[in-house]
């Protein structure tokens, strides 16, 4: 089986990384049925990486098969919830030696900054992993009071074998949410990365391997989504699959799901998050974390702060000081593993150029650009931080999810005002509200249309709280106890104990 090895000799790392290039099915590193290769492209650079194995519907069907097995004769009821816990256990201590590895792989192929992807996506994905580990042996039913004459319990059992399709914006930050519970839960996983950002899933197979798993519990096929994607989706002998990305194709993985076998369908999906600052906020802190809000990770988030609603009164005070923190930022891109840099690239050309596409669409419909709108560099996939004003709701820019680093200024005269703005999308996944007042702080969170608020701080995402979407953004929750219940589905036993 092929492997490839990437030699770094950076400011950030300094080191050489092997990964397998092919399929993981089985407990095994096989090549695909048909053949075929994925390109793997540095954004940073434009230039290919490497080549790894891409797989098709037959792939696929293989690695169906290998998880239904492992179900059937070596996990699920087969392995008790402590041991599912070790294993876990076991799988995060592996991936903490390898955390250098990682943290350069994903400022490989995704063009993260190497310091954020080791202190955020890959610690938060070893954290997860390991805080779901705990909860292996904790998976309870309830005993109910039925009658004297009989006895009644619920269980929570696992879907078996499930699919599971993850982003190339967190790679590893999605594969650890959706890993995490699955397997916690006792569920056997077929998992598709993105066919962009394949090379951490690749390692964290390697690990699988070293930490004891049974064959078969974790499979992984690279793909194409229209390909790989499609036939998870569609798979018979898939009950329940998990996908994070658009909400394009969320709504066709929940057709696909329609049209086969009604699989239990977790999406996490698109946003067009408000930030909301309310003229008595902290504004050194509101800026800071509003900033982080929308230009985090080059604005390839999901819960993008992208909309920024200011109030008239501080409006031109927030303006100077978005282009001053803006402006600085694009004095701080470039190369993911310089220790300076702050602002990466957009993960590949199709995406720049989708991001582009949307800052033309701006000037096209009167929004003025204050700083940014144009790129940065002259290779790889780098724009510059962005900040439109003179934006009406009814723009592109406004309502359509760009991800990128691109945001609005956008003013409001009342609380009501600000509100009725920010409620104004199809997307419901988070929101940012800055202010000192307490009782409006909690008034504005229960009243803006989101799954997440966030209040005097921005994208803060916690292992133990419950993450997903309102309207468009999703079915379901990741995160916390909360994702225990996607992964399980409950069965009530009647026990009848004596004649009446």
């Not at 000081?321 to 701080?332: C, D, M, Q, R």
């Not at 468009?472 to 990741?478: F, V």
């Amino acid at each position: 089986m092929a492997t490839y090895t990437h030699k770094f000799d950076t400011e950030a790392y300094k080191g050489d990384v092997t990964i397998h290039t092919g399929l993981f099915i089985g407990g095994k590193w096989v090549e695909p049925v048909e053949g075929g290769t994925i390109d793997v492209v540095n954004p940073a650079t434009g230039k290919v990486i490497t080549k790894v194995s891409v797989g098709t519907k037959k792939d696929v069907d293989l690695a169906v098969q290998a998880a239904k097995k492992a179900f059937k004769e070596s996990w699920g009821y087969k392995c008790p919830g402590g041991q599912r816990g070790r294993l876990l256990y076991r799988l995060a201590e592996l991936m903490e030696e390898k955390i250098d590895e990682f943290a350069a792989l994903e400022a490989l192929d995704v063009g993260k900054v190497f310091g954020n992807a080791k202190t955020q996506d890959i610690r938060g994905c070893i954290d997860t992993i390991r805080y779901y580990a705990g909860w292996a042996d904790k998976v309870q039913g309830k005993t109910i009071e039925v009658r004297e004459s009989k006895f009644a319990y619920t269980r929570h059992e696992p879907y078996g074998a499930v699919g599971q399709i993850i982003p190339w914006n967190f790679p590893m930050g999605m594969a650890g949410w959706k890993i995490g519970p699955a397997l916690a839960t006792g569920n056997t996983i077929v998992l598709k990365p993105s066919e962009l950002t394949p090379l951490t899933a690749l390692l964290l197979a390697d690990c699988v391997i070293a930490a004891g798993f049974p064959p078969g519990v974790v499979n992984i096929v690279n793909g194409y989504g229209p390909v790989v994607g499609q036939a998870i989706t569609e798979h018979p002998d898939l009950t329940k699959v998990a996908f994070t990305g658009s909400t394009l194709v969320g709504r066709k993985v929940l057709k696909a799901s329609a049209e086969s076998n009604l699989k239990v369908v977790t999406l996490e999906l698109g946003g067009k998050s408000p930030t909301v600052i309310f003229d008595d906020a902290d504004l050194a802190h509101a800026i800071k974390w509003a900033s982080f809000g929308i230009f985090f990770n080059m604005g390839q988030c999901c819960t993008a702060g992208s909309r920024i609603f200011v109030q008239e009164s501080i409006y031109d005070t927030v303006q100077a000081k978005f282009i001053e923190y803006a402006s600085g930022l694009t004095n701080k891109t470039g190369d993911p593993f310089k220790l300076d840099t702050q602002h990466g690239p957009q993960v590949s050309q199709t995406q720049f150029d989708r991001v582009m596409n949307y800052i033309e669409s701006g000037k096209a419909d009167g929004a003025k650009v204050l700083v940014g709108g144009e790129r940065a560099g002259e290779e790889g996939y780098f724009i510059k931080p962005t900040v439109f004003t003179d934006v009406n709701l009814d723009m592109k820019i406004a309502q359509e999810e760009i991800f990128g680093p691109v945001c609005s200024l956008i003013k409001f005269k009342t609380e009501e005002e600000a509100i009725e703005m920010a409620n104004n999308t199809s997307y419901g996944l988070a929101c940012h509200i800055f202010t000192s007042n307490v009782s409006r702080a909690i008034r504005v969170a229960h009243a803006l249309e989101a799954g997440s608020a966030w209040v005097n701080c921005a994208q803060t995402t916690e292992v133990n709280v419950p993450f997903g979407g309102y309207k468009q953004s999703g079915i379901g929750r990741e995160l916390g106890e909360y994702a225990l219940e996607t992964y399980t589905q409950v069965k009530a036993v009647h026990i009848q104990v004596e004649d009446q």
